[in-house]
């Protein structure tokens, strides 16, 4: 039996100021969706600790900015110690920058495109606990190939759909109340 984890406190912030809000606005779209490509094999805990260089690395993620990064400014971010040195993520994090760019032209905006798969309503799950949510969904796997088609990279269905949670497009509630502030910090396990 293990033993209770003490809080972490970035985790804890996260939680209580970015999980779980509607996201409408297309810098934060790619903000969350980069972070949880980043996310992808590593704990909450790590990404948080990188969080900060992430962000000024990658321009504050502003969209635009990302997009016209060159090959050597990428190799740049892969060089400094404190980021998390993936050359796939790191290159799809450009790529999708410019995908996003793409979409914009054709539906306005990110957002539009992500919230039209929901009819512009967060989806509301009922699970009778956490260990019921599921990896991915239909929905999670819909999303994902729709964005492959549209040039986007490491977007599979699981980061999606945990993407998808961060952005509050799927929201998933508990039978048993205390679950839903019972957050962990295992890789993609929400």
Same mark, same amino acid.
């Given at each position: 039996?293990?033993?209770?984890r003490k809080p972490?406190?970035? #985790?804890?912030? !996260? !939680?209580?100021?970015?999980?779980?809000?509607?996201?409408? &606005?297309?810098q934060?779209? @790619?903000?969350? #969706?980069?972070?949880?490509? @980043?996310? +992808?094999g590593?704990?909450?805990?790590?990404?948080?600790?990188?969080?900060?260089?992430?962000?000024?690395d990658f321009?504050?993620?502003? %969209?635009q900015? =990302?997009a016209?990064l060159?090959?050597?400014?990428?190799?740049? %971010?892969?060089? &400094?110690?404190?980021?998390?040195? /993936?050359?796939e993520k790191?290159h799809a994090t450009r790529? /999708? +920058? $410019?995908?996003i760019?793409?979409?914009?032209?054709? /539906?306005? *905006?990110?957002?539009? !495109?992500?919230? *039209?798969f =929901?009819?512009?309503?967060?989806? %509301?799950?009922h !699970?009778?606990?956490?260990?019921?949510v599921?990896?991915?969904?239909?929905l999670?796997?819909?999303?994902?190939?729709?964005?492959? $088609?549209?040039?986007?990279? @490491?977007?599979g269905?699981?980061?999606v759909?945990?993407? #998808?949670?961060?952005?509050?497009? %799927?929201? &998933?509630?508990?039978?048993?109340?205390?679950?839903?502030s &019972?957050?962990?910090?295992?890789?993609?396990?929400?």
């Open positions: 039996m293990s033993e209770k972490i406190p970035a #985790l804890l912030a !996260y !939680y209580d100021d970015q999980w779980g809000k509607p996201i409408h &606005d297309d934060k779209l @790619f903000e969350l #969706l980069s972070l949880e490509i @980043f996310h +992808a590593l704990n909450w805990t790590v990404l948080l600790e990188k969080e900060a260089e992430l962000t000024k321009k504050q993620w502003d %969209i900015k =990302v016209d060159t090959d050597g400014e990428l190799d740049q %971010i892969l060089a &400094d110690p404190k980021m998390i040195r /993936n050359n790191v790529n /999708n +920058a $410019q995908a760019l793409n979409l914009e032209q054709s /539906n306005g *905006s990110f957002s539009n !495109y992500l919230w *039209s =929901v009819d512009n309503k967060p989806i %509301i799950n !699970y009778p606990n956490r260990t019921d599921p990896r991915q969904t239909p999670a796997d819909r999303i994902s190939g729709d964005m492959k $088609q549209h040039g986007f990279f @490491f977007v269905d699981v980061v759909e945990t993407f #998808l949670e961060d952005a509050d497009l %799927i929201q &998933d509630d508990f039978a048993d109340p205390s679950q839903d &019972d957050q962990d910090d295992n890789t993609n396990n929400k």
